[in-house]
């Protein structure tokens, strides 16, 4: 029924003649499945006068159908045990759903309704959008949270990637039931839709039922164009009264698609990924500069980064900034040692091993690998391309993208830019 060529045992893959694309992995020690419909629905699929759309689309597409108002939908999910939602990224929308493997049909049949029978009440509306405003202003009390976007913002400077997940307070405001009804027309299609799936399940009967309930949609969305930036070294300052200092720093980095990925897993790991990292040692156990410092990798399709982050006082935040470049700098030059090497690989497949062990998990990387690759990637295979980076490969990495050129920087805080830079780092 499924072309299963090429694909590890307990993979699958299938697609449907309207075009949607089925992948699976079957977890026979489980009694739970997870499974859920990645869509190109995504923020950076808002028209540029209509930021925080898919937010406010991911809030409403629960709120009722042709056949359901939201208490009856929910009440319709409640009775089967099944835990449902939706998420949005800058690039992808998911729309999800987990459940005890005997509720698979009941739980897909309530699915179907609400993805392709919603109704977007108006009643709804202004609670959804009241709740998204008050997401906002929690975001902008937040300098934690907002650093980040922040540093994005210069980051992916001139592109849609740029924009803020939950849009601006102006213009959620004028966000309309229309809006909301165009944007299902125009990126709900079957064309851009992969169904992942994992857990205990059929996958023949699976098949069967997608076809019987999604066989009959029809249609496309526009192809999303490649989105390029061009980071430059730039520094981005929010000037806020307090006591505290927030910095993140993003320089461009491999991809989920890269080949040399997994080397830059273990270099993000190495710098910042945990309380043997350099960051946490240099900058808080031996300096005492932060009270948090942590980096990591943040992608997208056609651009990776790693991202940094330190939350200091005002007192300390040109010194921890230039110890944080002066580590970055020093990586670049020397990359890591043996003994760094082998103890992130050991907490990566550790972490990988952990997260491989839940059906929700593995759906996502299932659905994220087939998106962005192609593949169905097994969690022996993780494992091993973790087991095989070197220190050469590391310092190839290094090598193509320099950690401080370009290197963006991002500050909330009462510091002025010369107080934080000053004449020794090489930020301007």
């Given amino acids: 029924m499924s072309n299963q060529q090429g694909l590890p045992p307990n993979y699958f893959y299938h697609q449907l003649p309207n075009g949607i694309e089925l992948v699976g992995q079957y977890m026979p020690s489980l009694s739970s499945i997870s499974f859920g419909f990645q869509l190109d629905a995504a923020v950076v699929h808002e028209p540029e006068e209509k930021q925080g759309l898919a937010h406010l689309f991911e809030y409403m597409l629960f709120q009722?159908?042709?056949?359901?108002?939201?208490?009856?939908?929910?009440?319709?999910?409640?009775?089967?045990?099944?835990?449902?939602?939706?998420?949005?990224?800058?690039?992808?929308?998911?729309?999800?759903?987990?459940?005890?493997?005997?509720?698979?049909?009941?739980?897909?049949?309530?699915?179907?309704?609400?993805?392709?029978?919603?109704?977007?009440?108006?009643?709804?509306?202004?609670?959804?959008?009241?709740?998204?405003?008050?997401?906002?202003r929690r975001r902008d009390d937040e300098p934690m949270s907002r650093i980040f976007e922040l540093v994005r913002d210069d980051f992916y400077k001139g592109t849609p990637l740029s924009r803020p997940l939950l849009g601006t307070d102006a213009s959620v405001r004028q966000l309309q039931r229309q809006d909301l009804r165009e944007f299902w027309q125009a990126r709900y299609q079957p064309k851009n839709t992969l169904f992942s799936i994992a857990g205990k399940f059929d996958w023949d009967h699976v098949v069967e039922k997608l076809q019987g309930l999604f066989g009959n949609w029809e249609g496309s969305s526009p192809a999303t164009p490649a989105i390029n930036p061009t980071p430059t070294t730039s520094i981005n300052l929010e000037h806020q009264e307090g006591k505290q200092e927030h910095l993140a720093l993003m320089f461009p980095f491999p991809s989920y698609t890269d080949p040399e990925y997994y080397a830059a897993m273990v270099i993000a790991e190495v710098l910042g990924g945990n309380m043997a990292s350099r960051?946490?040692?240099?900058?808080?156990?031996?300096?005492?500069?932060?009270?948090?410092?942590?980096?990591?990798?943040?992608?997208?399709?056609?651009i990776g980064a790693m991202r940094v982050y330190a939350g200091t006082t005002p007192e300390q935040g040109h010194e921890c900034l230039e110890v944080i470049i002066n580590e970055l700098r020093k990586l670049e030059k020397d990359g890591i040692t043996n003994d760094e090497l082998e103890r992130a690989k050991v907490q990566l497949k550790s972490e990988n091993i952990m997260r491989s062990e839940g059906s929700g998990?593995?759906?996502?990387?299932?659905?994220?690998?087939?998106?962005?690759?192609?593949?169905?990637?097994?969690?022996?295979?993780?494992?091993?391309?973790?087991?095989?980076?070197?220190?050469?490969?590391?310092?190839?990495?290094?090598?193509?993208?320099?950690?401080?050129?370009?290197?963006?920087v991002a500050a909330i805080g009462p510091l002025t830019q010369e107080a934080l830079v000053g004449e020794t780092l090489s930020v301007q």
């Fill in 64 to 136: 009722g159908t042709k056949r359901k108002d939201a208490r009856a939908l929910n009440e319709a999910f409640e009775s089967l045990g099944a835990r449902k939602g939706a998420s949005t990224s800058l690039e992808t929308a998911m729309v999800w759903a987990q459940i005890v493997h005997t509720k698979f049909d009941a739980t897909l049949d309530l699915l179907h309704e609400v993805l392709l029978t919603p109704t977007f009440p108006n009643d709804e509306l202004d609670q959804m959008r009241n709740l998204i405003l008050q997401e906002i």
């Fill in 279 to 302: 960051l946490f040692v240099e900058v808080r156990e031996k300096r005492g500069l932060v009270y948090g410092v942590s980096a990591g990798l943040a992608g997208n399709k056609h």
């Fill in 361 to 408: 998990s593995r759906m996502s990387a299932l659905a994220r690998s087939w998106w962005y690759e192609r593949k169905l990637r097994t969690v022996h295979e993780v494992k091993e391309a973790i087991d095989a980076v070197t220190q050469e490969q590391v310092l190839e990495v290094l090598h193509r993208y320099s950690p401080v050129n370009p290197l963006t």
